[in-house]
Structure formats: structure tokens, C-alpha cells
């Protein structure tokens, strides 16, 4: 059992392929030329796309949102985007109409700028949410294929990063 969110920060990404790769190499010694390029090709392609995204998403650096549940924490603190409430009190619990309050009060005495879920959830408490209080809602993809944008690994983050932006600028992302 492993944590299925690690993929939110690419520099995960980055370790697991290193290991990966040096896997590869210990159950298939004569793969070694093809795996080390491989991957030395994917960890440049990785390295170049986060240096790029961490300079388009430098204005979301110390930004305050709400999400629908904890499942995008690599993301969040890769980027330095605050986690400030949480819509659901429990992951795949539904939050009663007091939490929901709660989380309302919290948008402005927090300053929360927008509210996230993912698109594999339900995104009716946090589109409740994000009406009351008058900020966005954003899906994220959380893994590949989680949105139309997501096909592969960058663009996965590519979208990701975009989302999040369009909702600091007060667009609803669906």
C-alpha cells in the first residue's frame, strides 16, 4: 500500500523514476543503455517543465484556498499553496450543514481565494461552498486522466498549474 497522491509533486516523480530505473537495471541487466537514457531523457524533460511551472505559479506562492479533501497536498506544498479548510470533515464523508458553515465563515476571515475538488468527486459540497461564499470552483486532476487537459505526465502538470491560476483570477475550472 502506497500513497496515490505522490504524483501531485513532479519531483516525486523524479525519485520514483530513479528507483525505478534502477530496478529495471537489476531485473534486466542488459536493458541498462535504454533504461538510464530513458529516464535521463524523462528527469530533463521533468526538470525543465518544473522550473517553468514554479515561475508561472509564482503568484499562487502563500495563497489561502479550500479543498474538498486532502488529496492534493503534494501539489499544494510543492507550490506553496495553503491548504486553509477542508470541505470534507473526514475523506468520503459528506460534510454536515454545520461544517459547511464552518468552511463558509472560514472563506473570508481566512481569505480563502478559491475552493478545489477533485474530478473523480462529487463536487457538490464544494460547488455549495463556492457559491455562498462567492469564489471559484476548480476540479484538478489529482493523476493522468483526471481532466481533458491531463493525457500524460506534463500535462498533468501543465493543467494543473493552469487551474489553479484561472481559479486565483476568480475562474471556475469544471
Not at 506544498?77 to 479548510?85: M, Q
Not at 480563502?112 to 461564499?133: H, L, N, Q, R, T
Request: charged share 20%; aromatic share 6%.
Amino acid at each position: 500500500v502506497g500513497n496515490p497522491h505522490i504524483q501531485g509533486d513532479p519531483r516525486n516523480m523524479q525519485r520514483a523514476g530513479a528507483q525505478l530505473t534502477k530496478r529495471l537495471i537489476a531485473l534486466d541487466p542488459g536493458g541498462e543503455a535504454t533504461y538510464s537514457e530513458n529516464f535521463k531523457s524523462f528527469a530533463g524533460e521533468l526538470k525543465t517543465l518544473i522550473a517553468e511551472l514554479q515561475q508561472q505559479a509564482a503568484p499562487l506562492k502563500g495563497r489561502r484556498i479550500a479543498v474538498q479533501h486532502e488529496h492534493s497536498v503534494y501539489v499544494l506544498n510543492w507550490l506553496g499553496i495553503v491548504a486553509a479548510a477542508t470541505v470534507e470533515p473526514e475523506p468520503g464523508v459528506p460534510p454536515g450543514p454545520d461544517h459547511l458553515a464552518e468552511v463558509i465563515q472560514a472563506v473570508p476571515a481566512n481569505q480563502i481565494k478559491f475552493v478545489i475538488y477533485a474530478g473523480y468527486e462529487d463536487p457538490s459540497p464544494s460547488k455549495f461552498v463556492a457559491e455562498k461564499s462567492g469564489i471559484a470552483l476548480v476540479k484538478v486532476p489529482v493523476t493522468v486522466g483526471g481532466s481533458e487537459g491531463a493525457t500524460d505526465i506534463f500535462t498533468f502538470y501543465r493543467d494543473t498549474v493552469e487551474r489553479l491560476l484561472d481559479g486565483l483570477s476568480g475562474n471556475a475550472r469544471s
